[in-house]
């Protein structure tokens, strides 16, 4: 439930602003409502899952990386764990950072047990991964099995039997894990389901809430995730990676797994940058194998373990980029119309909900309406209150009042104050602004 309160009726056509939230699904909320119930309101609580994941996805990068290649783990990892992008979506200046965060750690740890792992350890690990990501963010959570399955493809007669058994066996444990809560969401919340999976739907015809984009949209994406490498450094880092692949399963794996990736959501009318990053790690990886390959060409007189530690010490940096961390979050700020106007419009947000805060009564439920969205949404986090970006008719107000809540709206200029509600004066008679989204 986004807002408690089903008196509002809010309906299901506005995912920032309903009663039933489905627009994802529900695990990146349950370990924030975890986090949440351990160490108390807080942005830190808010931010721990993510940041779990962002170190777990650096951790099975280290592993992927040393499975196809022994001994680049080290160095992979590194690049990963510097990347700007990475960093930024662990620290919430990438727009679905939670989700995202989470998404890309589990498909990443389901790729590492595919790699990694045998027997019945790889059947348990890779279905409870894959049941997780799918209640993460959809069907797209089955990708983990892709891999999998081409290997299965590709291997002798002998073999295949008890793979194909073992993959069938993880599938299975992820669709049950993942279908307890399809069903119960379903069954409990159909219209809010079927709205859902229409827009879903439309992902594919239609560029959904304005994110679109050319045929070039995803390679241009990974260039600017992994800045300042221009997209072709990546592209040749992905064939290197390849290249060093000796087992004939995993090679074309990894390759189906990032074209067939990066072809399908090229075709999809809608368009986002985060949809083909679970394929990060193997770029990463791949650059170290291009490195490590263009490093063994210098003469035997270069001291080989130095120029590895200056190679990849220069990458990670290069990676970090912390002339546009100080640019889009920092005192220079200025230097960027967007950031300087979203960054200071958000923290004179933040700095009046804690103000308005102090004003509030104590002595009962409130409902606070005019404030914008996401100031509301940031404004329920902060205060306990629920807080709606549009002023009520009086009917809706005395619909309330009956149920004990006490009803404040801050004052417009433009629109009239229903006549049984309150007036809440901001301090200063100050106001909350839109950031730019």
């Not at 949440?36 to 721990?48: H, S």
């Not at 590194?78 to 727009?95: Q, R």
């Not at 002998?158 to 307890?180: D, E, N, Q, W, Y």
């Not at 308005?356 to 902060?382: M, Q, Y």
Request: charged share 15%; hydrophobic share 50%.
């Amino acid at each position: 439930m986004l807002f408690k309160e089903e008196a509002l009726e809010l309906g299901h056509e506005n995912w920032t602003q309903n009663h039933v939230w489905v627009h994802k699904p529900p695990f990146f909320l349950w370990l924030m409502a975890l986090s949440l119930k351990i160490l108390g309101t807080t942005v830190f609580a808010v931010r721990l899952p993510s940041i779990i994941a962002g170190t777990a996805m650096v951790y099975f990068t280290h592993g992927i990386a040393n499975k196809l290649r022994p001994g680049s783990g080290n160095a992979a990892a590194l690049l990963l764990a510097c990347s700007h992008w990475l960093l930024g979506l662990v620290g919430g200046s990438v727009m679905t950072d939670h989700n995202d965060a989470i998404f890309l750690a589990l498909v990443t740890g389901g790729f590492w047990a595919v790699l990694t792992l045998q027997g019945p350890s790889r059947v348990i690990v890779v279905g409870l991964f894959t049941g997780a990501a799918v209640l993460t963010k959809w069907l797209p959570g089955f990708v983990i099995l892709f891999p999998w399955f081409v290997q299965c493809v590709l291997l002798d007669t002998a073999r295949r039997p008890l793979a194909v058994r073992h993959f069938a066996l993880a599938g299975t444990i992820a669709l049950v894990i993942a279908s307890a809560w399809y069903v119960h969401a379903w069954t409990s919340f159909p219209v809010e389901m079927a709205h859902e999976n229409h827009q879903a739907a439309l992902h594919w015809n239609e560029a959904v809430e304005g994110h679109t984009g050319d045929r070039y949209f995803y390679w241009k994406a990974l260039g600017e995730v992994l800045r300042p490498f221009p997209s072709w450094i990546w592209a040749l880092s992905l064939l290197a990676l390849c290249l060093f692949i000796e087992d004939r399963g995993w090679r074309w794996s990894i390759i189906l797994t990032v074209v067939l990736t990066f072809a399908f959501y090229t075709l999809a009318s809608t368009k986002m940058t985060s949809y083909v990053m679970f394929t990060l790690p193997f770029f990463v990886i791949g650059l170290v194998q291009l490195v490590m390959a263009l490093i063994t060409l210098l003469p035997r007189s270069f001291d080989r373990r130095i120029v590895h530690v200056l190679a990849f010490g220069s990458a990670a940096v290069a990676l970090l980029q912390f002339g546009r961390y100080r640019r889009t979050h920092g005192d220079q700020v200025s230097g960027e119309p967007f950031f300087e106007e979203y960054r200071s419009k958000h923290l004179h947000n933040m700095d009046l909900i804690a103000r308005t805060k102090e004003l509030l009564p104590t002595d009962g439920p409130v409902i606070l309406f005019n404030i914008p969205f996401p100031a509301n949404v940031e404004f329920s986090f902060f205060t306990g209150h629920e807080a709606l970006p549009f002023v009520p008719n009086d009917e809706l107000v005395r619909k309330l009042m009956a149920k004990g809540y006490k009803v404040l709206v801050i004052p417009s200029g433009t629109i009239p104050l229903p006549p049984h509600a309150e007036a809440l004066n901001l301090p200063r008679d100050e106001a909350f602004v839109v950031p730019p989204l």
